[in-house]
């Protein structure tokens, strides 16, 4: 048997070759991977000396040589490609273990890889007869079949080979993004979307559905879930991820300290405030019946304070920048309650050309850039009243928060926290409803706003009367002038910032 090693990634590598070699298994390689064997005192044949030529162009080409890939191509069964390599004086290749330049950690021309790819996609291709590894967690399955069976099996093979092009697959994917981002184009002809198994999950949606949660590449230091890190609690659910995300997108929104407690992908409470545990008070005050059961994400790292008051609430997981030591130890006293880090800077936003945002419908899916948070605002007061300077404070509040609620999105707001939601209703009005119900005594004195234009002025007109004072909106409907009208007939406030934020 004959395996010809090239590998980038030296793990596990020498032990791999060793109990190779015990098996009296003729190993083929070069470069760094040839130094690195023969400084464990295990003999190899160099690919210069196999294909009768050497290394040239400053190791760019080494391996792409016919008496390298015509004993990997080779079909066994085929008489007259076991000729050929006789004829051609080529011994066959029986396995290729290859892993790749590090392009994801350096992206860079010369960290593009082709031999190496050609390898893997040559031994994949042949996998009838040619074992490709590419991962150094397979060399332990690898080596217990030859030295159980003398060869790798068919089932093992195959699955290598699967392994083996979605590497390659990815590998090319990440190469694209990279030219694609340096040409800015948001939406090439063909999106190529690397992504990595990160872990499975439970469930999906729901007990009956299988999940999964992959990773794309991110740039920056933002709070991407694929750098997060569970502290403590059960496992992490399809549903948690979803709430996570919105309750990260939510927090992540302000500069000042933050609390979003999401339930079902929609806040129901969300306040800022100088000191984190007043956050978490004030967003629970917002719906402490909706918040039983929660997501709750932070953009400051959880201190005591606030973990004590959060311990006294049943919540599903708890995403923040980090824990300290206490809150760490009050929360891990709750056995099912998930603590999740989440690194990074939560006021960086994600590159708008590698992180799009992606919907599945039937047949292919839908893409777009990011909503990203705006934190300069520019609006154009429509009313005779322009707004308090309180107002105008609470309006940009009330923006920010209502960009992240299933439209038709209705937010109030008073002293920077919500104080009703009405989410996700086909009419308007109805949002509007909800919002004024779950406010209740406090929708007096509190400002307005709406993810789209109000279509009537029936709306507004019951926001009014439940007391709100201001109110924030695009603008940009059939009967604007009508919805103005109302708004100066009860004396109110309100502007249009001529940007819809739906969220479907």
């Known amino acids: 048997m004959r395996v010809l090693i090239s590998v980038w990634d030296k793990t596990g590598l020498v032990d791999f070759a060793r109990r190779l070699a015990a098996l009296d298994v003729g190993l083929v390689s070069s470069g760094g991977t040839a130094a690195e064997l023969r400084s464990a005192g295990l003999k190899v044949q160099e690919v210069a000396d196999v294909a009768g030529f050497p290394e040239i162009l400053g190791g760019r080409v080494k391996t792409l040589h016919p008496a390298i890939h015509g004993g990997i191509l080779a079909r066994r069964d085929d008489p007259e490609h076991m000729e050929q390599l006789e004829r051609h004086g080529i011994t066959p290749i029986d396995m290729v273990v290859c892993n790749l330049y590090p392009f994801a ?158 339930k079902h992908n929609n806040p129901c409470g969300l306040a800022v405030r100088e000191q984190l545990d007043e956050a978490y008070r004030q967003a629970l005050a917002g719906d402490p019946v909706s918040a039983f059961g929660s997501v709750i994400g932070s953009n400051r790292i959880v201190d005591a304070a606030t973990a004590r008051e959060m311990s006294q609430l049943f919540i599903e997981v708890i995403v923040a920048p980090g824990f300290d030591a206490e809150a760490a130890e ?86 920077t926290m919500v104080v009703g939601i009405g989410p996700g209703q086909m009419s308007r009005v109805e949002s509007t409803d909800i919002a004024v119900k779950k406010a209740g005594e406090r929708a007096t004195g509190a400002v307005l706003g709406s993810d789209a234009f109000f279509p009537f002025p029936d709306g507004l007109e019951h926001a009014i009367e439940a007391g709100v004072t201001a109110a924030i909106q695009p603008g940009g409907g059939a009967h604007d002038s009508d919805v103005i009208a109302a708004a100066d007939r009860a004396g109110i406030a309100m502007v249009f910032t001529d940007e819809r934020h739906f969220k479907h």
């Open 330 to 415: 009050v929360l891990g006293a709750k056995k099912n309650i998930r603590l999740v880090e989440l690194p990074g800077d939560w006021a960086e936003q994600p590159d708008p050309f590698r992180d799009l945002d992606i919907k599945r419908v039937r047949g292919g899916f839908l893409v777009q850039s990011l909503d990203f948070d705006s934190r300069d605002l520019g609006w154009t007061v429509v009313t005779r009243r322009q707004p308090t300077a309180v107002e105008s404070e609470q309006l940009r509040f009330a923006w920010k928060v209502v960009r992240h609620v299933k439209s038709n999105a209705i937010v109030l707001a008073k002293d």
């Open 105 to 262: 950690e350096d992206p860079s021309i010369e960290m593009i890889d082709i031999g190496g790819v050609a390898l893997i996609r040559a031994a994949a291709k042949n996998h009838d007869s040619v074992a490709v590894v590419v991962d150094p967690a397979d060399y332990d399955v690898v080596l217990a079949e030859l030295e159980l069976h003398h060869e790798v099996s068919e089932p093992t093979r195959r699955r290598l080979a699967e392994a083996a092009f979605g590497m390659t697959s990815a590998y090319d994917a990440r190469i694209a993004g990279w030219f694609n981002r340096g040409n800015r184009k948001l939406f090439p002809r063909r999106l190529a979307l690397p992504m990595e198994k990160q872990l499975d999950l439970r469930y999906g949606e729901n007990p009956h559905q299988q999940a999964a949660f992959y990773s794309t590449p991110t740039a920056g230091d933002y709070p991407s879930l694929a750098r997060m890190r569970q502290l403590h609690g059960k496992e992490l659910s399809f549903n948690n991820l979803l709430d996570m995300d919105a309750a990260v997108n939510c927090a992540s929104a302000f500069s000042e300290p933050c609390i979003a407690i999401i």
